[in-house]
């Protein structure tokens, strides 16, 4: 059986795991996970929304576990399908006791679909006028099209393994609609890009399904995990409409998600984050501590998660976002996802009506991140530490 299937008790031995000086209760677990390996980290406490018997109310943290309602009439079949969804009346929907306003939905795209917003992330979003890590690096012309410049080298990955890493596999982070400056932590309206119209359409009917009729996908952050990446612990509050959800999607290797609280003194859940997953954060979890503090190889090796091995279908809806994928273009994706993951978190910026605020004129900065920002890192980035930064 494997480790996921060895998920019987609700607490491991994260409760005896000892807290250094100064540690709060949320670092101590994100510790616990970052600094664990393959074969030897304990998962029996980590809530699986994939599996059965967390509607059922047994298993790990299933005491927390609570049906969510989804508004099934609000998005017709038609338009679900159109996104590469299934119906919404066959989608689960979970919460959590103890954070409203948190939903999470097992993967509801329909065979073969997550093929195209895969390709998207790593073929066309990663493209200019998009902003990324690497423009602090290199010129605009350099990062033009990462993906002709990385797909042979991907395509033949596994031959020749002592090669050097292609722009895309140091690719950490894309922002696109306006773009999320890391230095002030601010969105602004001299800084924006037309959102992609696919993105868009997906995200409005996940958040309309959700309840939230009228959500406008404004921004996107989208982070670019290799196996010993992390997300460290960070709330989202720079958008000026709280009221609004963000919605995140997930793809590639699974991951461990933290949910806290208000404070990073509660100590958070854990949960897994599996290809296809959407989670959608509104209400009171809406600006709560949370973080990514570790990517989950496969059991199996260097593989893809079963729900990737579907090819997308040749016969696509005649009105449809997504758009065909070519075998060359999913072997490059196929490659590049053995060993990675990819999550899109969008977000209305804007309350309907309302414009930024007039602020003072300031030197223009690059929307590059500062090594104190709480960001995509890797252990073997040159901004890495023992322990994230406690300000970020």
Same mark, same amino acid.
């Given at each position: 059986m494997g480790e996921m299937g060895k998920m019987a !008790? !609700?607490? @491991? =031995?994260?409760a005896t795991l000892a807290a250094e000086p100064g540690e709060d209760a949320f670092r101590k677990l994100f510790r616990f996970y970052r600094q664990s390996r393959p074969g030897t980290v304990d998962l029996r @406490?980590?809530?699986d929304f994939s599996v059965a018997h967390a509607a059922r109310g047994t298993g790990p943290g299933a005491h927390k576990v609570v049906k969510s309602h989804l508004n099934v009439s609000s998005v017709s079949d038609h338009d679900a399908y159109r996104a590469g $969804?299934?119906?919404v009346s066959k989608w689960r929907a979970y919460g959590l006791q103890g954070y409203p306003g948190f939903i999470f939905i097992p993967n509801p795209f329909l065979p073969g679909y997550q093929w195209h917003w895969v390709k998207q992330c790593l073929k066309l979003y990663s493209q200019k006028p998009n902003v990324c890590n690497l423009d602090k690096h290199m010129t605009k &012309? &350099?990062?033009q099209d990462l993906w002709e410049q990385s797909k042979e080298f991907l +395509?033949?990955? &596994?031959v020749n393994k002592r090669r050097p890493r292609s722009l895309l596999e140091k690719l950490r982070w894309v922002? $696109? @609609?306006y773009h999320y400056n890391w230095d002030n932590k601010k969105y602004s309206a001299d800084h924006y890009t037309p959102f992609p119209s696919d993105l868009a359409f997906l995200s409005e009917q996940v958040a309309a399904a959700c309840g939230f009729q009228g959500f406008r996908a404004e921004a996107g952050i989208l982070n670019y995990y290799r196996l010993d990446s992390t997300l460290g612990i960070h709330v989202d509050k720079s958008e000026l409409d709280h009221s609004k959800p963000l919605l995140s999607f997930s793809f590639g290797q699974s991951a461990i998600f933290l949910l806290g609280g208000l404070k990073r003194d509660e !100590? =958070?859940?854990p949960m897994f984050m599996h290809s296809g997953d959407i989670m959608v954060m /509104? @209400?009171? /979890? +809406? $600006? $709560?501590?949370?973080a990514v503090p570790r990517v989950l190889p496969s059991p199996e090796g260097e593989s893809l998660p079963c729900c990737l091995e579907t090819p997308l279908p040749a016969d696509l809806p005649r009105d449809a976002v997504v758009e065909p994928c070519s075998v060359e273009d999913w072997q490059v994706c196929a490659s590049y996802l053995k060993t990675a993951r990819v999550n899109m978190t969008v977000r209305q910026v804007l309350a309907i009506g309302h414009d930024f605020p007039l602020e003072p004129m300031e030197e223009n900065k690059r929307d590059i991140p500062t090594e104190g920002s709480c960001h995509l890192d890797d252990e073997n980035s040159q901004v890495k530490r023992a322990r994230l930064n406690p300000d970020c």
């Open positions: !008790a !609700a607490v @491991g =031995p994260v @406490g980590v809530i $969804l299934q119906p &012309e &350099e990062t +395509r033949y990955k &596994e922002t $696109l @609609g !100590a =958070p859940t /509104s @209400g009171f /979890s +809406r $600006l $709560l501590n949370h």
